[in-house]
Structure formats: structure tokens, C-alpha cells
């Protein structure tokens, strides 16, 4: 399995890391989404820096915006830092965040290069 999942009070963070499928990304999302604690975190942390390939098809690229911009009217002040090191992972972070921003998600998301700078952003 590439990800692991970790939870505290207020959040949650996936880490992942080798080749990552679209099949990888929905069951990480529904690990949130399934979890009554998803209706009270203020958080979360999405860790691509270790992954070394998205494998999705064009049909893949919007799912994630989509599923979150619905969950977002349900727990709607959630901070989401994405950490990915500079490339197509990276881009693909960006364009997530772009395309939900587009769409108005109430969530306050942000891309960051390294873990210090995202939790900083979170927490202070």
C-alpha cells in the first residue's frame, strides 16, 4: 500500500510514497470521508514528497476536486497543506488546488515543497 494514514484530534495525514494510482488517491479520500471524525477536523496533510509517479488517466484529473468540493459543504473550515517536491506530482498538487479554488471550496489550501513550512502554515 503506498500511503500511510495518521490521525490526531483535530486532523489527519496521508503520506505516500513510490507509484500512486487514482485508485490509491480515492481510497485515501475515503478514508476521511468515512470516518465520523471528518466532520471535526480542522486539517489536513496531503504528503506526495516520496511519491515518484501519478498513474491516472485524463478522467482522473477533476475526481479529487469534485469529491472534496462536495465534502467541503459538509466540514467547511478545513485547512489542506500539500507537500510535493517540484515536477508532474507537483503540478498536480497545483491544478488541485487551482481547479477547487475556481469552483469557490470553502477550504484554505496551499502547496508547499517541505513538511516544516506546511505545518507552520497549519498551526501558527
Known sequence: MPHI???DSTG????????????????????MYEDP???SIKYFIWDMSNVEK??????????PVATDLGASHINKNIRGALIANEGDVYDSCNNYIKLSTNLNTTWKLKLFNDNESALKWLFF
Do not use: C, M, P, Y
Not at 12 to 31: C, L, M, P, R, Y
Not at 54 to 63: E, G, H, P, Q, V
Open 5 to 7: 494514514t495518521t490521525w
Open 12 to 31: 489527519i495525514k496521508w503520506q505516500f510514497h513510490g507509484a500512486v494510482t487514482s485508485e490509491e488517491v480515492d481510497e485515501a479520500n475515503s478514508e
Open 37 to 39: 471524525r471528518f466532520d
Open 54 to 63: 501519478l498513474i491516472k488517466n485524463t478522467l482522473d484529473n477533476n475526481r
